[in-house]
């Protein structure tokens, strides 16, 4: 890197640093992309300018950005671990474990690609290489928090919850502002009182200078808590003040998911997938429906058959379609035909899938894909697999509104956060899976939550028998399933049938009557 000698570039670096910390990407992006065409030898602006594309989700520019840096300065660790995120941010695993590896060779003290690393092979379920990573990255800087919690998810996921609260609780210690840590520990123990934990998570509001990320963090913790006490009244507080500020942090716009399901249906409306016809065999079940509606419960199931492996919410059918069939945010039906008349494209395209299950390196027959937002791409999962077999999850709908609207998700599901969005994607839903059901010979499995409870050996065997897998007793003991699961339900999951939730909704009846009257 040649040495910041130009007075005039150094500060205005300094002030895109300090934007960068107050999230103010486009502003990065547009000064950076100007002082790079004086100063392109100052590497500081390419990290910049790529971490900011990573930050507004366009990882291809990114990508294109770390590379050009590396030209630059060919041993920056810093551009090297950015660019190994951006080929994990677009779905190209290979590439990104291979640069990691290869940071960590140069300098075995990198913590950053350990981490990261562990991030990766917990993304494709590989738990045991994850927390082997955290460990050694523990090992090199003990009381790092980032690390910590990285160990705390890795357990949660596991099932090993006491383990998951005692890093978490390490994390806290070193950093109390590591609000994610607290909302790990909510989901995590069940309140019978107001514990250490609870009088914690209230001092820190009270006490602590916080952002609007960490503040939700603690709403959402401080809901749950309330909830697990039966303290309805001030569980509804918090849970209003924690969605009530994610919206306003997402600034989510209900209109474009409408404009989306709109041009789902009207593609499909000229494509007869009646008639789609092919010998490929799918090894992938997939399972489906509104997030919340049992799609974790009806995965651990199936993965409990020997033959069965879990692999959890997949982004890449997400990542294909909107890869191969969206541009300018329209979805697009000459492509679609163009590619569904060629059975080579069709096969190139199926190859996208396949070779990114491959990496989960499964020995079992079968793959679950339980993305449960995937309802939205039934069409094109038929254009690929036509053969594949389709789990659609259904609970009833007021339990469901308001079990999304009680969790913290993690990326996405900005429709979770408001009364009126939650409503109306509802009824978008609604409509375009009456919508499938209509345009496809072979339907899709429909599993309802209420029944997979109340008579669960007759559910349970349906959902075995359409998988056209045989019966195995260990399918009844889910519950004791190890797959990982890195969702809210991870907790709900790992426990035997239960009922409490069935009615869930009456206890906050008075408190959401948009969504009493509307869904």
């Not at 075995?108 to 350990?114: D, R, V």
């Not at 993305?371 to 339990?399: V, Y």
Request: with cysteine.
């Amino acid at each position: 890197m040649s040495k910041m000698n130009n007075k005039d570039i150094e500060k205005k670096i300094q002030i895109l640093i300090n934007n960068f910390n107050a999230k103010n990407f486009d502003y990065i992006i547009s000064k950076t992309l100007i002082y790079l065409k004086k100063f392109p030898e100052y590497v500081i602006l390419y990290n910049l300018l790529g971490s900011s594309y990573q930050n507004v989700g366009n990882h291809k520019k990114a990508k294109n950005i770390f590379i050009k840096g590396l030209k630059y300065d060919p041993k920056s660790l810093a551009m090297k671990n950015n660019l190994a995120t951006t080929y994990k941010n677009l779905l190209q695993y290979d590439l990104a474990e291979n640069l990691y590896s290869e940071i960590i060779e140069l300098n075995p003290k990198y913590i950053n690609a350990y981490v990261n690393l562990g991030n990766l092979k917990r993304d494709i379920n590989k738990f045991d290489d994850a927390i082997n990573l955290y460990e050694k990255a523990n090992n090199i800087q003990p009381k790092n928090p980032i690390i910590l919690y990285s160990l705390a998810l890795a357990n949660q996921g596991l099932g090993n919850f006491e383990k998951a609260i005692t890093f978490a609780k390490e994390a806290l210690l070193v950093n109390p502002k590591l609000t994610q840590a607290d909302h790990l520990i909510s989901q995590s123990m069940k309140y019978e009182k107001e514990n250490w934990h609870y009088k914690e998570l209230l001092n820190k509001l009270e006490n602590l200078d916080l952002s609007k990320n960490q503040k939700i963090d603690l709403y959402f913790s401080l809901a749950k808590a309330n909830e697990d006490m039966n303290k309805i009244d001030i569980s509804f507080k918090y849970l209003k003040l924690g969605n009530d500020l994610k919206k306003e942090q997402l600034n989510f716009k209900i209109k474009k998911e409408i404009i989306l399901f709109k041009q789902i249906i009207e593609i499909f409306e000229n494509v007869d997938l009646k008639k789609i016809n092919s010998k490929n065999e799918c090894n992938t079940i997939f399972i489906l429906g509104m997030p919340r509606s049992g799609t974790s419960l009806v995965e651990q199931i199936i993965s409990s058959h020997s033959n069965v492996f879990g692999a959890g919410e997949l982004p890449i059918l997400s990542n294909i379609v909107k890869e191969q069939f969206i541009e300018n945010e329209e979805l697009q039906l000459t492509r679609l035909l163009e590619i569904m008349n060629d059975e080579s494209k069709v096969d190139a395209i199926r190859k996208l899938y396949t070779n990114f299950i491959k990496l989960f390196n499964f020995k079992e027959q079968f793959i679950t894909d339980k993305a449960p937002l995937n309802f939205r791409w039934i069409g094109f999962i038929k254009i690929m697999f036509p053969n594949a077999k389709i789990i659609h999850c259904e609970r009833d709908r007021k339990n469901n509104s308001l079990s999304l609207y009680k969790n913290l998700f993690e990326g996405g599901l900005g429709f979770t956060y408001n009364e009126n969005d939650l409503t109306e994607y509802y009824k978008q839903y609604i409509k375009l899976m009456k919508f499938w059901d209509s345009k496809i010979d072979k339907p899709f499995l429909n599993i309802k939550y209420e029944s997979l409870i109340n008579d669960n050996e007759n559910e349970v065997k349906k959902i075995i028998n359409f998988c056209n897998l045989k019966w195995e007793e260990n399918c009844l003991s889910f519950h004791k399933n190890k797959t990982p699961i890195k969702t809210m339900s991870t907790a709900q999951a790992r426990k035997p049938i239960y009922k409490s939730s069935l009615n869930s909704f009456e206890k906050y009846r008075k408190y959401l009557s948009i969504i009493d009257k509307n869904v």
